[in-house]
């Protein structure tokens, strides 16, 4: 090979689950011999040394391959480097499925939401799509949002690499299923034909990606909690959840679309309501702002941070479930209204307990979390008559009702105190 003049690269990975912006000065001035030594030893090749931490593997593991996706289209205008184009919904339909005809799910990835099955607006698509006279498509919808990181273009073919379609999922999972349906009995359908308007904004921003991904995605009633969804921290609690046979539902429905159990699937507010309860003896919070608790900057940090183990994230998810299925239980004989209000002061009484104190912060469950330490039903059953007799003793003294109760700080605070964790 030496007469073709060939590049040559050779790669040193030094990978450790340690910090690797805290590396030992000796390791530093090992990096630096290696490189030097090689470069005298090996004409024409360059040598580097990479030092890979904890962080850098989780960015690895955690990023997609490039791919390349090509969109067919009829009329475009182009602003710098970015596209709006109509496209034959036959082309767009080629686009979002692969080789077997399912659809490229990585695709939707950086979506907020999954596919929210038979609500209104899907309804309404479905229905324009098997109405042979309806207007064109494109007339009656507001159409598809995808980021890609490069957009290049011949003739009437954009070829995209890193495609997101950040806000159109459910005209996606609606054109495929209803075409996928109607192809059944027939060959040819007309709304193949009609016109779809597609977006298409180029940049690796990572910031402006997620400024499109809120605003494309207010413009419909979309909970708080799902604007969060493609937080990095949300992903990681995902992944740790799915290691361990646990569905965190991120992005609303996905797993559920799935068809995987209910009784371990989690949501992003269920979470937030959990660390709350247990993590920061507040369940009088998670009763009354459950959507609140994400709302606001400070309290959503405060509640999804970094600095809480994943450990941490599940042995709360867990028990509250345990809490649930209790409460759930003849055993408990609560009714459903009796539950929505009992539920979160029940799991705070149960984590103070395994801690012997009160939980001001969810990294003091550290330990328990490791040790997989959760509580029984019996003692539940103890802490759920010392929860009804305390709310029966405030109800006969303020005259307020249980559901006012439960929203109430000044009532933690002495639930704290009588069962001795203050």
């Known amino acids: 090979l030496a007469t073709r003049h060939p590049r040559i690269e050779i790669r040193f990975s030094y990978v450790t689950r340690g910090d690797a912006e805290a590396v030992n000065a000796k390791v530093l001035v090992k990096v630096r011999d290696l490189e030097s030594q090689f470069s005298k030893v090996t004409a024409g090749a360059v040598g580097k040394v990479e030092l890979l931490g904890a962080a850098e593997l989780w960015t690895r593991a955690n990023s997609a391959p490039s791919y390349t996706l090509t969109l067919p289209f009829q009329e475009s205008i182009t602003h710098g480097t970015s596209h709006i184009v109509l496209v034959k919904i036959r082309d767009y339909l080629a686009f979002l499925r692969d080789e077997d005809g ?101 940049t690796e921003d990572a910031g402006v990606r997620d400024r499109v991904i809120r605003a494309t995605n207010r413009q419909t009633s979309v909970p708080v909690a799902s604007l969060h969804a493609t937080d990095e921290i949300q992903r990681q609690i995902e992944k740790y959840f799915l290691e361990n046979d646990w569905f965190y539902d991120r992005r609303k429905n996905y797993y559920r679309n799935q068809g995987r159990p209910a009784s371990r699937v989690v949501s992003i507010p269920l979470l937030a309501q959990a660390v709350m309860a247990m993590g920061l003896s ?122 006012k109760i439960a929203k109430r700080s000044d009532f933690v605070e002495s639930l704290l105190g009588a069962a001795g964790y203050l």
Not at 132 to 153: D, E, H, K, M, Y
Not at 325 to 348: D, I, K, Q
Request: aromatic share 6%; proline share 3%; charged share 25%.
């Open 102 to 202: 399912s659809l490229r799910r990585h695709i939707f990835d950086w979506n907020v939401r999954d596919y929210q099955g038979e609500v209104e607006v899907n309804r309404e698509i479905r229905a324009s799509l098997v109405d042979a006279n309806s207007p064109q498509f494109w007339w009656l919808n507001n159409g598809v949002t995808i980021v890609c990181s490069r957009v290049s273009t011949v003739g009437k073919e954009h070829s995209l690499d890193d495609v997101q379609i950040v806000n159109g999922l459910q005209t996606s999972h609606t054109l495929h299923r209803t075409l996928e349906e109607l192809a059944v009995s027939e060959t040819e359908h007309p709304a193949l034909e009609r016109l779809l308007q597609v977006r298409v904004l180029v």
């Open 282 to 403: 507040q369940p009088h919070n998670s009763r009354s702002r459950p959507s609140s608790l994400l709302k606001d900057n400070t309290e959503y940090k405060r509640i999804f941070s970094a600095d809480i183990p994943l450990t941490v994230y599940l042995w709360l998810a867990r028990t509250q479930s345990d809490v649930d299925s209790f409460l759930a239980s003849e055993v408990a004989g609560a009714p459903a209204a009796e539950r929505t209000n009992l539920r979160f002061h029940l799991a705070m009484l149960a984590a103070a307990e395994l801690m012997g104190r009160r939980v001001r912060s969810p990294k003091q469950l550290k330990q328990l979390a490791a040790d997989g330490r959760h509580s029984i039903s019996e003692r539940l059953l103890e802490q759920l008559q010392l929860l009804r007799g305390h709310f029966e003793e405030h109800a006969s003294r303020t005259g307020d009702t249980q559901d």
